[in-house]
Nanobody, 122 residues
């Protein structure tokens, strides 16, 4: 079955950096667009970033543009989220997801990981 496993979360001070990783298995990775989403306590899950099947196209939420970078390695079935200049408002559970579509709409993503916690202290 399809598995998406996130790692790399943790506690970091404001201004710091983290790199999230997502390992995919059970699907033809290169046929899927990949996305990162996040959910903060008491808030709805929101789009963070997405990357096309071959990594030629990316999109970002305005709140992370210029600070976060999404990338993928199709040879390793991995997708990454490099997060720099972190802010307390970036605190959330971060989820990796896969879709056949070029979309930022979470409801069009078919597969989801369990999430990894990112906490940014002020």
């Amino acid at each position: 079955q399809v598995q998406l496993v996130e790692s790399g979360g943790g506690l970091v001070q404001a201004g710091g950096s983290l790199r999230l990783s997502c390992a995919a298995s059970g699907l033809t990775f290169g046929n899927n667009n990949m996305g990162w989403f996040r959910q903060a306590p008491g808030k709805e899950r929101e789009f963070v970033a997405r990357i096309s099947r071959y990594g030629t196209s990316t999109s970002y939420a305005d709140s992370v543009k210029g600070r976060f970078t999404i990338s993928r390695d199709n040879a390793k079935n991995m997708v990454y989220l490099q997060m720099n200049s972190l802010k307390p408002e970036d605190t959330a559970v971060y989820y990796c997801a896969a879709t056949k579509y070029s979309t930022t709409d979470q409801f069009n993503y078919d597969y989801w990981g369990q999430g990894t916690q990112v906490t940014v202290s002020s």
